[in-house]
């Protein structure tokens, strides 16, 4: 199971829970909080709000494989909810999409390396040449 947080505008709350349910997403705990985003708060002539109203929204999910992607997301993008690698090339199924390589073909640029065995040895699985530091 994973605990899925999601911090949205109080505004977006329910537009959000409604979209949750109409896609099997039933069950979510929602509480009101106080925080900042990238905007740092907000200033309203002399007066700046640090901390402003917001909802926080919470749901678990199923991983059988626990590998940190719920079974709904990995049952959509075709991988399998109970192999934490699905295309058995020594990357997990999260490496693969955190890198932008393909979790159903063990060698993303087609070059016969495996994804997992170029990022070993510090080659690019998209393409030709080193890892870019």
Do not use: C, H, W
């Not at 693969?96 to 016969?112: A, F, I, K, Q, Y």
């Amino acid at each position: 199971m994973l605990l899925i947080r999601a911090i949205v505008r109080p505004e977006k709350a329910t537009a959000v829970m409604s979209a949750l349910f109409e896609k099997g997403f039933p069950s979510v705990t929602k509480l009101s909080v106080y925080g900042r985003g990238k905007q740092r708060g907000l200033k309203v002539g002399d007066i700046t709000y640090d901390e402003l109203s917001k909802t926080m929204l919470m749901m678990v999910v199923n991983d059988s494989d626990k590998d940190g992607i719920s079974d709904n997301i990995e049952i959509k993008n075709g991988t399998n909810p109970n192999k934490t690698d699905s295309d058995e090339d020594d990357l997990t199924d999260l490496d693969e999409l955190n890198r932008s390589t393909n979790p159903l073909n063990s060698d993303t640029d087609g070059d016969g390396y495996k994804d997992g065995a170029e990022i070993n040895g510090g080659f690019d699985p998209l393409g030709p040449g080193k890892l870019k530091k």
